[in-house]
């Protein structure tokens, strides 16, 4: 271990000396060059989520022992093919453990082979035969898996189990789910394992969102990472850009070209060779007007393996971009996926607030802290952490910024998986500079939960930032936590998202079941818009973990009103049961309806799946207001200023409330702020505060249906023409793909 340890410290030692002292070539080449030998020293059988390494181990040992027959060697080997996507393998493994060894049904080689035979109908069906209705709960339509083989002999594995424990939760969830990929459920499903209601809708007057992905050639399929969408080229239009988390994953960049196609112009500007990236933000870090983007690697990576940097890319406003994290003093080696940023000291240059991932482990090695990187308008960023007091050190999972308390500085709300939430209220400036005060417990935040993804937003409209964070802790599957609900016992808390409501006097009140989301989610990503334009923020959450059974819908909440949440995961048909992670909300076709991009996959390569477009079919005469906002005093993104919209709907006058900022922790919606209105004909007043400058600028009827440039300090705001778009659907017929497998016949 020793030994370990110091090869360790000696590779990374001459890692960062080469960065530093080595070559001439560009950051962005140094860049590249640190992802490529990362990535070649993560290939190693001690990486957690590296099944291609310890599959050939394996062989090496099979072949050094060719006549060994061991139930646990081959049990491993099973599951290590599952997770590198080799499912007719893993269950023709699984089927000679069971059919050709001493197998008692107690065995756990059968929930095994139960999920593998699940996933293996998946990749026949959902994948290899994939359209916008594949693997969305409840499973029914062209969702209904043509090959067959998979789901049927994962129902007989299932009611094995079933018969051995019938309070088999886990298992009885999966077997109604395997029921519905057959278009069996509930009629086929034997009455003592049903769980009733399960294609049930909640509400009528949702209508079903479309996955127009493929036909856009959007459908990456892929891991989990993040999405960004905002307008990178400065025509108007916006485009789209994903990353996935492991350093042999590419990024994508996807053009708008303004006729509802997009092209992929990843070559072309130069991101291609920077991979990996578990979450992706937009920010303007050098106030020239383009928007750069901010990518986060090595999450939840032990053993070192997480150790990768981030990369902060410019834009150069031509197309391309450049990788300049060494030269901007962002150069780091820990793993962290979250990041908030902000203009923290009010001096009208954009700050980053970095959560950092320390498991408080010896053997993982040296804790690390949270960083404060502060601006210094020269292209370049200070670490104040410690100065500051904030930096926490924690298994940060979250990180979220905005003026809770309204006092004109922007204030941090950290998620962990430790159990502790952090609300660092900003105290301004000070002799020794910016400071932060840890006010959690005197705000009543006093969740000891594991929580994961969270944000701030005004989700009832009073003027003060409310904050969600989600419940992440789990002892089993979250099919288990998900047949458990719905068989009517659910585990307290499991997978809640929590909803603190501000009570302006620097308090917060948990609201979390008057607002009707005491409910399992799960959230690994998420993010919140208005579909329906009423003004109210909706919450849509890709949801999952790394275990394969834990094939749950990601949810969708509509707001009613400010005061509770609906779940519309039915109704839209935007359940997917595959892993969801970076979400975004975005105008997408210029109609003033957002649509929803969900970046989709887990963190194994057999857990890869494909991203979806929704588009919002939302037709209910409601009106809108698009605007972006550019800082002369504030930053130039205007990140952090807050909106506020006066208007009469129906006799009644009415405030909406939105900060610039692109939503939720996981996936980035436009910096241009989409809102919605609802019946009103005409605003009666737009407001807004300036990020940074305290500047108040406002504007007087304002007709809907707009989008508008506002320029700080410029009483008169630009109306900017942009054509609707239309995005054909074109889903091809795709050619259906057999694999042929024994059926389950388990030994007795």
Not at 168 to 181: F, G, P, Q
Not at 292 to 300: E, I, K, M, P
Not at 377 to 394: D, E, P, R
Not at 593 to 602: L, N, R, V
Request: hydrophobic share 35%; glycine share 10%; aromatic share 10%.
């Amino acid at each position: 271990m020793k030994l370990k340890i110091v090869l360790a410290l000696v590779l990374l030692g001459t890692l960062c000396f080469t960065i530093l002292v080595g070559s001439h070539t560009s950051s962005h080449k140094k860049m590249v060059r640190i992802l490529q030998d990362i990535n070649k020293k993560n290939n190693n059988v001690a990486n957690p989520f590296n099944p291609d390494a310890k599959l050939t181990y394996f062989d090496s040992v099979s072949k050094a022992n060719p006549g060994m027959l061991d139930r646990d060697l081959l049990s491993t080997q099973a599951g290590l093919l599952l997770e590198a996507g080799k499912e007719a393998e893993s269950v023709k493994l699984y089927e000679t453990i069971m059919n050709k060894l001493d197998f008692m049904t107690t065995d756990e080689v059968l929930i095994d082979a139960g999920i593998a035979y699940m996933r293996l109908g998946e990749r026949s069906n959902c994948i290899l035969n994939h359209n916008g209705s594949s693997c969305v709960y409840p499973i029914k339509d062209d969702g209904v898996h043509t090959i067959k083989t998979g789901s049927t002999n994962a129902i007989e594995a299932y009611k094995t189990l079933l018969k051995i424990n019938p309070n088999d939760v886990e298992s009885r969830w999966l077997l109604n789910i395997a029921y519905m990929t057959l278009g069996g459920y509930p009629h086929n499903v034997p009455k003592d394992v049903l769980i009733p209601g399960m294609d049930a809708s909640s509400t009528s007057d949702i209508k079903p969102f479309k996955d127009v992905a493929k036909s856009l050639g959007l459908d990456i399929h892929g891991r989990a990472g993040g999405v960004a969408i905002d307008d990178f080229n400065n025509d108007g239009y916006l485009d789209i850009i994903t990353s996935g988390w492991d350093l042999s994953d590419p990024m994508h960049y996807f053009e708008n070209n303004k006729n509802g196609t997009f092209s992929d112009v990843t070559s072309q500007s130069e991101l291609k060779g920077i991979t990996g990236g578990l979450n992706i933000q937009q920010t303007d870090y050098n106030n020239d007007g383009n928007i750069d983007l901010f990518v986060l690697r090595g999450a939840w990576l032990s053993k070192g393996f997480g150790d990768q940097p981030s990369s902060l890319l410019r834009n150069n406003g031509d197309g391309t971009f450049t990788d300049v994290t060494i030269p901007s003093g962002l150069l780091f080696f820990h793993p962290t996926q979250t990041a908030t940023w902000a203009d923290f000291n009010n001096d009208g240059w954009l700050d980053v607030f970095i959560g950092a991932e320390s498991s408080g482990n010896v053997t993982e090695g040296a804790p690390v802290s949270c960083s404060l990187y502060i601006n210094d308008h020269k292209g370049a960023f200070t670490n104040v952490a410690i100065a500051s007091h904030s930096n926490i050190s924690a298994f940060v999972k979250g990180v979220t910024s905005a003026d809770y308390n309204n006092d004109g500085w922007m204030d941090i709300f950290i998620s962990t998986m430790n159990g502790r939430k952090y609300l660092l209220k900003n105290k301004g400036k000070t002799g020794n500079g910016i400071d932060f005060e840890n006010v959690t417990e005197k705000a009543g935040i006093i969740n000891k939960q594991r929580t994961f993804t969270t944000w701030f937003y005004d989700y009832n409209n009073d003027g003060w930032m409310d904050i969600l964070v989600s419940d992440y802790q789990f002892e089993h599957s979250l099919a288990y936590y998900s047949g458990a609900e719905a068989v009517g016992h659910p585990i307290p808390n499991a997978g809640n998202v929590f909803l603190y409501s501000n009570n302006h006097d620097g308090t917060f009140t948990d609201v979390t079941k008057e607002a009707g989301l005491n409910k399992v989610v799960y959230s690994m990503g998420g993010n919140f818009g208005d579909i329906d334009n009423d003004g109210y923020p909706d919450m849509y959450f890709g949801t999952g973990n790394p275990d394969f059974k834990s094939l749950i819908p990601n949810k969708f909440f509509r707001n009613v009103n400010g005061k509770k949440f609906e779940d519309i995961t039915s109704s839209s048909r935007m359940g997917n049961l595959q892993k969801g992670h970076g979400i975004a909300f975005a105008d997408l076709r210029n109609t003033g309806k957002q649509d929803i991009f969900a970046e989709m996959g887990g963190a194994y390569i057999g857990d890869s799946y494909n991203s979806s477009l929704y588009l919002n079919p939302t037709n209910n005469g409601n009106n809108w207001i698009s605007l972006k906002l550019e800082g002369i005093k504030a930053n130039k993104a205007g990140i952090g200023s807050h909106i506020k919209l006066t208007f009469m709907e129906n006799g009644v006058k009415r405030c909406v409330y939105k900060d610039v900022n692109s939503g939720g922790s996981f996936g980035a919606s436009p910096l241009q702020q989409e809102i919605g209105i609802g019946r009103a004909t005409s605003i009666e007043e737009i407001e807004i505060q300036w990020a940074g400058s305290k500047t108040v600028q406002r504007f007087r009827n304002v007709s809907p249906n707009q989008f508008l440039n506002i320029t700080e300090g410029n009483s008169r705001y630009k109306v900017t023409q942009l054509s609707r778009l239309t995005f054909a659907d074109k889903q091809s017929t795709a050619v259906c793909l057999p694999v042929a497998l024994n059926k389950l016949t388990p030994s007795k």
